[in-house]
Structures are given as C-alpha cells and as structure tokens.
C-alpha cells in the first residue's frame, strides 16, 4: 500500500533522509521512531505529497507519487505534526470543505461528516469556531479531516501529541479500528503507543532507517540485552563456573548480597533462544538452593536507544 | 473543478468571518468617499476622471491588506501542508484564492457606486466614460492582486509580503515618470508600456484599448504563473 524506494531528500548540499526503503502493507499499523530531527517528518511528508524526493520512487496505494499525485492524494489521509486547521471557520465548514475537496459526493458529505464527527468524539463542538478550541479538540478535528472519504492510507504525525490520556485511548482505538482494514504509517516519541498497536516498528535516526520489524522480533534480535537475575545460597566461584558452562549463557556475573551470609546474586547475558532460563534453573537446583529467577527481556525502549546510540557512536554528529 | 470552486468558497468565508473584509471595504469607501467629495463638490466639475485616478492610488494601498495573507497565512496556519497534500493542483488552489480576491475588489468596486447617486442626481456625467473607468479599474486592481498574491507565496511573514508589495505597485504606477529621463526610445517605450497608472489613464478618459486590456491580463496571468509554478518549485 505505501513502498519506499531508496528514497533521499537533500536540501542544497545536505542530505536530509538517506535511501530509505520500506513498505506498509494493507491492514498494518507501522509506527515510525526516531528521536528529534531523525527525518521522520520530512519522510511523512514525501509520502504525503508536501515534499518530493531528491532520489528513490514512492508508491501510494499503486500511484507513484512524482506522476499520479492528484491519484494518490484522493487514498491518503494525512494528519500533520501541527493540524492544519482554519481557525475563523468552524469544525463543520472546515470539515465540509475537506469533504469537498477530496471529491466526496455532494450528497454524502452529511453522512461522511457525521461519520468522523462520531469516530473523532467530535458532538459538542461542531458548531464552535477552530480558534475557540482546546488542544485535544484540535487535534481530533486533525484526525477527522484526515478520515473523510474513507482514504485506504492514513499517515499520522504525533497523532496523540498534547491529548489528556483519556483522548490517547479514545485516538488509538480509532487508528486501531483504522488500521484493521487500511495502512497507518504512525509517527510517535511515545514507545508504549507503538508497542500497544503496531504490528511493526521501523526506526530511524539522522535520515537512515536502522531497522524494520514487528516490536517481538526486534526484542529476540536484541540479544546482548536479554539477561537472567539468580539469588541463589551458594559458593561464588562453583556457581560461576556451573553458570558459565550451561550452553546460550554467554557472560556471568556474581556478587554476594550485603546482609545474607552465602547467598549470591548472578546475572548471566544470554541468547534469545527459549529455554536458556529453564536450563539454567535445572542447573542450579540440581546443587544448591534457588530463590529467585528471572528472565529480562529487552524493552523496545532500550532497543530504540541501542540502535539510535550505536548510530551515534558510528557517526558523531557536528 | 469542485476543489477549485471549495478553495474560492473557504477563501470567500475567510474575508467575512473575519474583520479583514469590512474593515478593507471601510478603508477604501472612506478614502474613495474622501477624494469624491473633495473633487466633485469642492471644484464643481461633475466627473469621477479625478476620483478614479485617486481610487488608482488608494488601490495600491490597499491591495496588500487583502493580499498578504493570502499564502503568508496558510504557511503561518501550517494549512498549506493541507492544501498542498489535497487532492488539489497548484493552479487550481492560485486560482481558487485569486478568484476570492477578486471578488473582493469586485465588492469594493461596486460598492463605490454609491458616489455615483449625486453624481447623476446634480450633474450630467458621461455614463461611458465612468464605464470604462470602471473597466480599467477593476483590470488595475485584478493585475496588482495578482502580483500581491505572488508575493505572499514568496514568505511565510505576512508583513514582509506586504512590504514587497507595497513598493513594487507603486513602482509600477510610477515608472512611466522615468520616460522624461531617458534618450533611449527604447527605454521610454518600455517604461510607458510598464506603466500602470498610463494604461489607467486611458480608461480614465473614456478609451478601452484593447492593449491596456491585454496588459493588465497580460501581467495578472504571469505573476499566476509564476504564483503556481513557485508552489510546484517549493515541493
């Protein structure tokens, strides 16, 4: 539904996005990370339309971007990092001139306003001007006028930026909703959002896409943050040594507790195959007494700041 | 078509639910009102060559305030990422927006009108002179919109839109002085033919020649050109 061919945006003799390539497919949500100025606006906006690529070929729902625009702009429902809204019209001349625009018929423009006015929660301020709203309203007023006639491509910029969390559900369960039968490409700062409703992650920093996959896989492949915590009653060097030989345990670490007499806390680094806790617990309780045990898995925070901190290591920025 | 008649209408509905509209129309009826009274009734001569001439330059005054918004403000709204990802093309959005313009010189225009009453009420004016007056006007005031609304493309600061604007029309309503300094035919020529307030001065007297016509559309479909073609540039 979107496809990303080496795309590259450069501004004078400054490269702003770097041959990214990537597809959403039909009924995907992929959310888009990166921290501040990582190009995510800059990408949304190429997909939008806003900007056209230095190099690379977008598709949108079949139409190449650089030749079938017009096409391609009538299947995307686009929601800015700013909502772009006339403050001095109110929400439902605003909404009936998005209508128009994006040709929906004369005489299903009520029914396709009534439709996002519900979905966006929008009742009690149809006749209210713009500029009379709260930031939530404003939001959501973005979010409709981006739903109306019915695109098959939705791109939301911080779509839940500013909202109250009783708003965030309420966003995400439409974009949910949205998302089962069309494509999100969603950009957000908040991790969580990501993890509660995209099947896929792609992140990006300083232009480049480091990576793209569902949140579970980006955790496996994240394999020197998987870690399993012991507390176990034991002699330290014979349990190094019984840890360290068990087979995916990769590093060992034990020191004693402060205050219990032989009782030993081991942090071990393993693989992310399955079962290395269950062979280590085996082990263990084979030769001595185990209180705790605990496999750690890598949280899409810390694979976010994996891969944005080894990039920035790579290449240190002026 | 329809996105083309939605941008007119959004632009239509931004003059009058804003005081932008009533206080520009109340600006230049004042100033119109003004340069009436004190042509018409202080010298006794029954014509509007004078008031039309004077309307000439409160145009150029005027103009900015209604064109400086016109992209400054969608840059500054941030709605020109909605227009610009609509299914809309540059032009159609150039012309929706120089379409509400004109409407609204048309309004200013006829609203003027109302001198005409005493006009004909103590007077014996030459109905086809004040015609074409009017003809050249509306022809000025559509060819300085467009220029106008070029410039606002330009910035995202509605003053500095106004501020190129003002210069520029005043420049064009002048240059044709420049003709007394040059030994150049070919400048003299020039500065004749570019001359805005020379080809009103036509109308003025009553003469609607078909090469003022052609100028001031001439000079309206190339600042729209150069309006759309900037909007393409800019993606």
Known sequence: ?318 | MRGLVAIYRKELATYFRSPIAYYVISVFLLGTGYFFLYNVFMTGIGTMNETFQNMGVLLLTVIPLITMRLFSGEYNARTMELLMTLPLRPWQIVIGKYMGAVTMLLLMTAATCINLIPLYLYGNPETKTILSGYIGFVLLGMACLAIGQFFSSLTQNQIIAALITVPVLIGLWFIGHLQSFQNSYLLRSLFGYLSFSEHFADFIRGLVRSEAVMFYLIVSAIALTLNAGYLQWRR
């Not at chain 1, 439902?92 to 396709?112: C, G």
């Not at chain 1, 269950?278 to 030769?287: D, K, L, M, S, Y």
């Not at chain 1, 185990?290 to 949280?299: A, G, I, S, V």
């Open chain 1, 1 to 318: 539904m979107i496809a990303l061919e080496s795309v590259s945006k450069r501004y004078g003799s400054k490269t702003i996005i770097h041959d990214v390539s990537f597809t959403v497919g039909k009924g995907e949500i992929v959310g888009f990370l990166g921290p501040n100025g990582a190009g995510k606006t800059t990408t949304m906006r190429m997909i939008a339309g806003y900007t056209t690529p230095s190099s690379g070929h977008i598709r949108v729902a079949g139409f190449d971007m650089a030749t079938q625009n017009e096409e391609a702009a009538r299947r995307i429902g686009y929601v800015p990092e700013v909502p772009p809204l006339y403050d001095v019209l109110d929400v439902s001349a605003y909404l009936s001139f998005v209508a128009t625009v994006k040709d929906v018929a004369r005489r299903e423009i009520p029914s396709e306003l009534d439709r996002v006015i519900t979905a966006c929660r929008l009742e009690a301020v149809v006749k209210r001007e713009i500029f009379k709203l709260s930031k939530g309203y404003r939001q959501r007023v973005g979010l409709a006028q981006a739903l109306l006639g019915k695109p098959e491509v939705l791109l939301l910029d911080e779509p839940t930026a500013g909202l109250d969390p009783g708003q965030i559900q309420e966003t995400r369960e439409v974009i949910r909703t949205f998302g089962e039968h069309h494509s999100v490409l969603l950009s957000t700062h908040i991790l969580p959002e990501v993890t509660l409703i995209c099947r896929r992650v792609a992140i990006i920093d300083h232009g480049r896409l480091l990576a793209i996959d569902s949140p579970s896989a980006l955790q496996q492949a994240s394999e020197e943050t998987n870690s399993v915590t012991l507390d176990v009653t034991a002699p330290e060097q014979p349990l190094r040594e019984a840890l360290a030989s068990i087979e995916g345990v990769n590093a060992v670490s034990v020191r004693p507790l402060p205050g219990h007499d032989s009782l030993q806390r081991a942090e071990c680094q393993v693989d992310a195959r399955e079962g290395v806790e269950a062979r280590i617990a085996r082990a263990v309780a084979a030769r001595w007494e185990l209180h705790r045990l605990e496999r750690q898995q890598p949280t899409l925070e810390n694979i976010f700041l994996r891969y944005v901190g080894a990039r920035q290591v790579e290449a240190p920025q002026p």
